[in-house]
């Protein structure tokens, strides 16, 4: 598959949101975001007409009262101090759950309501009880397939990608990106074998795992972990910091990464020279290094750039999209991030773009910086992948140069 012909070009137009107003929003969802969640669907699946026996209706809001009790301490108590996988578990289940019942509890009771009356279907309560049903089978139905998507081993996803400064001896470079394998309170390490077997399948030039490996210490998480020792490269494996390292020890997760025989790229670059050309590969510490508190991390693209040509063509490894201004502004060639998950259920995507300039896929920023974003791996949190797959990637780089030098 090429998505060259595809790729996207940043609208000057459209107004950027400013760094902080994602986490200005965020403050406030702790608080709002589960009563919303668990009331809105109580009152459109049991409330709102349907004219259900008192019995079914209390039974109902019964359940949706604990959901809205257990769902954040469970939560708490897995992702905090505390790191009790069997809560995470727990609460990022019934999180998933919640998002995916109130998306449908709205879209439905509003559009399926409005359909059904204006063909003049049934009676009001009768219409009620439609949306009622349809609501919960759709729910249903997208957590099965959501829980499957997130668990099977990605799909490879190949994009060609042509870099107008690449030396002729480098074209057909090939470039495997791993990213937010989140490894975490569910175990798979089966999962991470049968990733890193697919990987080496690719017989890549260059392997790259641009960050959230885990949620969780590397001591917590190894022998998850331990399968990306495995990983095969006919030239390196490399690795940049996302900002769930920083949650979680982050150093330690360089110094793991560095035993498995990868390259922790914190703020340094290596040279990939073929047929007479050079690919600068460089890389830095996510962006949340930089209020971490941590000696001597933090993104610093000079650092990363610092004795390189400035004539030869750069892959850069950020962890996050957002990056890419910078990058844009140091005429870096291609940037690969990852971080989005491609919004992981819909329709989260949309407050992801909040944050990120892009969701997924190759996009153009600048008249020379390209920035291919990955769907991720893995999944963070709920176990559900609702229309944003994930994906191994496999890019090939191209140079205008091969076809006249041939």
């Given at each position: 598959?090429?998505?060259?012909?595809?790729?996207?070009?940043?609208?000057?137009?459209?107004?950027?949101?400013?760094?902080?107003?994602?986490?200005?929003?965020?403050?406030?969802?702790?608080?709002?975001?589960?009563?919303?969640?668990?009331?809105?669907?109580?009152?459109?699946?049991?409330?709102?007409?349907?004219?259900?026996?008192?019995?079914?209706?209390?039974?109902?809001?019964?359940?949706?009262?604990?959901?809205?009790?257990?769902?954040?301490?469970?939560?708490?108590?897995?992702?905090?101090?505390?790191?009790?996988?069997?809560?995470?578990?727990?609460?990022?289940?019934?999180?998933?759950?919640?998002?995916?019942?109130?998306?449908?509890?709205?879209?439905?009771?509003?559009?399926?309501?409005?359909?059904?009356?204006?063909?003049?279907?049934?009676?009001?309560?009768?219409?009620?009880?439609?949306?009622?049903?349809?609501?919960?089978g759709v729910t249903a139905?997208?957590?099965?397939?959501?829980?499957?998507?997130?668990?099977?081993?990605?799909?490879?996803?190949?994009?060609?990608?042509?870099?107008?400064?690449?030396?002729?001896?480098?074209?057909?470079?090939?470039?495997?990106?791993?990213?937010?394998?989140?490894?975490?309170?569910?175990?798979?390490?089966?999962?991470?074998?049968?990733?890193?077997?697919?990987?080496?399948?690719?017989?890549?030039?260059?392997?790259?795992?641009?960050?959230?490996?885990?949620?969780?210490?590397?001591?917590?998480?190894?022998?998850?972990?331990?399968?990306?020792?495995?990983?095969?490269?006919?030239?390196?494996?490399?690795?940049?910091?996302?900002?769930?390292?920083?949650?979680?020890?982050?150093?330690?997760?360089?110094?793991?990464?560095?035993?498995?025989?990868?390259?922790?790229?914190?703020?340094?670059?290596?040279?990939?020279?073929r047929g007479g050309d050079?690919?600068?590969?460089?890389?830095?510490?996510?962006?949340?290094?930089?209020?971490?508190?941590?000696?001597?991390?933090?993104?610093?693209?000079?650092?990363?750039?610092?004795?390189?040509?400035?004539?030869?063509?750069?892959?850069?490894?950020?962890?996050?999209?957002?990056?890419?201004?910078?990058?844009?502004?140091?005429?870096?060639?291609?940037?690969?991030?990852?971080?989005?998950?491609?919004?992981?259920?819909?329709?989260?995507?949309?407050?992801?773009?909040?944050?990120?300039?892009?969701?997924?896929?190759?996009?153009?920023?600048?008249?020379?910086?390209?920035?291919?974003?990955?769907?991720?791996?893995?999944?963070?949190?709920?176990?559900?992948?609702?229309?944003?797959?994930?994906?191994?990637?496999?890019?090939?780089?191209r140079s205008p140069r091969?076809?006249?030098?041939?």
């Amino acid at each position: 598959m090429t998505d060259t012909s595809n790729t996207r070009r940043a609208d000057p137009e459209r107004p950027r949101p400013g760094p902080g107003r994602l986490r200005r929003i965020m403050r406030f969802v702790p608080l709002v975001a589960p009563v919303l969640l668990w009331a809105v669907p109580c009152w459109a699946l049991l409330h709102a007409g349907q004219g259900w026996p008192s019995a079914v209706r209390w039974a109902g809001t019964a359940v949706c009262v604990a959901g809205l009790v257990v769902m954040p301490v469970a939560m708490m108590r897995g992702h905090g101090r505390r790191q009790r996988d069997g809560a995470a578990v727990l609460g990022d289940g019934l999180l998933g759950g919640a998002w995916v019942l109130f998306t449908w509890s709205v879209l439905l009771g509003v559009l399926l309501r409005a359909a059904l009356a204006v063909g003049g279907v049934g009676t009001g309560q009768e219409r009620a009880r439609i949306v009622t049903w349809a609501v919960l089978g759709v729910t249903a139905a997208l957590l099965v397939w959501g829980y499957v998507e997130a668990r099977r081993v990605p799909r490879v996803r190949r994009v060609e990608v042509e870099l107008p400064r690449l030396g002729a001896g480098l074209d057909g470079t090939r470039v495997a990106l791993v990213t937010d394998t989140h490894y975490g309170p569910l175990d798979r390490v089966r999962w991470s074998e049968r990733v890193c077997e697919t990987v080496n399948g690719l017989e890549a030039d260059v392997v790259c795992h641009t960050g959230d490996i885990a949620d969780g210490t590397a001591e917590r998480r190894r022998a998850q972990a331990a399968p990306l020792g495995t990983v095969r490269a006919s030239w390196a494996r490399v690795y940049v910091t996302g900002n769930h390292e920083y949650y979680s020890e982050a150093q330690g997760w360089v110094d793991l990464m560095d035993e498995l025989g990868w390259e922790p790229l914190r703020n340094r670059h290596l040279l990939l020279e073929r047929g007479g050309d050079t690919l600068v590969v460089a890389g830095v510490d996510d962006v949340t290094a930089e209020s971490s508190g941590l000696a001597g991390h933090g993104a610093h693209l000079d650092g990363a750039l610092d004795g390189a040509d400035p004539g030869d063509p750069v892959l850069l490894l950020a962890h996050q999209p957002k990056f890419v201004d910078r990058a844009a502004a140091a005429g870096i060639d291609l940037q690969l991030s990852g971080h989005t998950h491609g919004g992981q259920i819909w329709p989260f995507h949309h407050l992801v773009r909040i944050d990120q300039p892009v969701l997924a896929g190759l996009s153009r920023h600048g008249e020379r910086t390209l920035l291919y974003t990955s769907r991720g791996t893995g999944f963070w949190g709920p176990p559900f992948r609702v229309f944003a797959p994930s994906e191994i990637t496999l890019l090939v780089l191209r140079s205008p140069r091969a076809g006249a030098s041939a």
